[in-house]
């Protein structure tokens, strides 16, 4: 089992529409996650944070979910500009412990 | 806002060359990594250095070697490029408050390296 999993897609959704991508990781030691955007041969940029509690950044919400070992992002109202790969990010602890995602495509259509 | 910069967005070289991969970021950051991205297979650890003059192998450090003589500066360095280097490289930057953490990285805009 990889260490960290996302289904690659492509998701191809219309404006307007919910989206929700999950990442399973596969280290139950694993301490912190992040969600990454990396838009088409450019570098990958933070997204938000994933925290115990859950969090929300407008329209983008994480969540985690220890006991099933995941995580997840929800885009509410989807823009042409949230087209873009989506990485998960697992920390394990340590400088070799952090597993990128192959990542998943998002395409939204008009 | 951190700023992490690359040496060159694009590059084409010849096989048997030496190749000089060079990044600089201006936060401070003690903790310094390079990977490089393929698709299928997203990203992988090639060296990282968490200080001045260290550095610790990766998951695919075979190839490659760094430097860190300055903080801001951490060079990758393909010793004699091969065809199968040709890939995206990504250098990385982050904090850290102990050693041995890092937290949420930050990327430069990487350099596409060909090798003919």
């Known amino acids: 089992r990889k260490e960290v999993e996302q289904d690659p897609g492509p998701f191809n959704v219309p404006e307007g529409a919910t989206v929700a991508f999950n990442c399973t990781y596969s280290n139950s030691a694993s301490q912190s996650f992040f969600w990454y955007r990396q838009d088409c041969r450019k570098e990958p940029k933070l997204l938000m944070s994933v925290y115990s509690s859950g969090n929300e950044d407008g329209r983008f919400t994480a969540q985690l979910n220890r006991a099933s070992q995941y995580i997840s992002l929800l885009i509410r109202d989807s823009k042409l500009s949230d087209s873009a790969t989506y990485l998960c990010?697992?920390?394990?602890?340590?400088?070799?412990?952090?597993?990128f995602g192959i990542g998943t495509k998002l395409q939204v259509i008009p | 806002d951190v700023k992490v910069t690359q040496s060159s967005r694009y590059l084409v070289k010849r096989t048997g060359e030496k190749v000089f991969l060079e990044c600089v970021q201006d936060m401070d950051h003690e903790n310094m990594f390079w990977y490089r991205q393929d698709p299928g297979l997203g990203l992988r650890l090639i060296y990282f250095s968490y200080d001045v003059k260290m550095k610790e192998k990766g998951d695919i450090p075979e190839g490659y070697s760094v430097s860190r003589e300055k903080k801001e500066r951490f060079s990758l360095i393909l010793e004699s490029a091969s065809t199968n280097q040709t890939s995206m490289y990504l250098c990385?930057?982050?904090?850290?408050?102990?050693?041995?953490?890092?937290?949420?990285?930050?990327f430069g805009p990487g350099t596409r390296l060909t090798v003919t």
């Open positions: 990385a930057s982050s904090f850290s408050l102990f050693p041995g953490e890092t937290y949420e990285q930050y």
């Open positions: 990010v697992v920390n394990a602890g340590g400088y070799q412990k952090v597993t």
